[in-house]
């Protein structure tokens, strides 16, 4: 996954002693149906029963740093479609359950297409935030 322009700000402007915005108790998981950018551009999912999914910031939600990169422990569960959602090509992790400012973005390992009564799942491992 790639930072988001918001977030490379965010980290250098806490190096000249701004406080870190992005410091809330959770992150937020959000589906897109088409790439996101760095500048955090794309066309998030909407309707349909969807809703961004929450992972706390925590150590048993997160794996162990390992070679600069740590993944997601549980899988990342959506609510069940009530209408198509589309093919689902891209994620993105926000600092609020709707809005907010997006931190780190990047494509799926696989597109999935999601229509009514479908469950977007991602399992364990798959979203991976690396330190490079």
Same mark, same amino acid.
């Given at each position: 996954?790639?930072?988001?322009?918001?977030? +490379?700000?965010?980290?250098?402007?806490?190096?000249?002693?701004?406080?870190?915005? $992005?410091?809330?108790?959770?992150?937020?998981?959000?589906?897109?149906?088409?790439?996101?950018? !760095?500048?955090?551009?794309?066309? +998030?999912?909407?309707?349909?029963?969807?809703?961004?999914? +929450? *992972?706390?910031?925590?150590?048993?939600?997160?794996?162990?740093?390992?070679?600069?990169? *740590? =993944?997601?422990?549980?899988?990342?569960?959506?609510?069940?479609?009530?209408? =198509?959602?589309?093919?689902?090509?891209?994620?993105?992790?926000?600092?609020?359950?709707?809005?907010? =400012?997006?931190?780190?973005?990047?494509?799926?390992? $696989?597109?999935?297409? *999601?229509?009514?009564? !479908?469950?977007?799942?991602?399992?364990?491992? +798959?979203?991976?935030?690396?330190? $490079?």
């Amino acid at each position: 996954m790639d930072a988001s322009d918001y977030f +490379e700000n965010a980290i250098l402007n806490w190096f000249r002693g701004t406080a870190f915005p $992005a410091a809330t108790g959770s992150v937020w998981v959000a589906a897109f149906i088409t790439a996101t950018t !760095d500048a955090g551009g794309g066309t +998030e999912v909407s309707g349909g029963s969807y809703a961004r999914v +929450e *992972i706390p910031k925590a150590s048993g939600e997160w794996s162990a740093p390992s070679g600069g990169t *740590i =993944n997601q422990v549980d899988d990342v569960v959506f609510p069940t479609a009530t209408a =198509n959602w589309g093919t689902i090509t891209h994620i993105a992790l926000f600092d609020a359950s709707s809005g907010g =400012n997006m931190l780190v973005h990047g494509a799926l390992n $696989a597109s999935r297409t *999601i229509n009514s009564g !479908d469950t977007l799942r991602l399992p364990s491992g +798959e979203l991976s935030l690396a330190a $490079a």
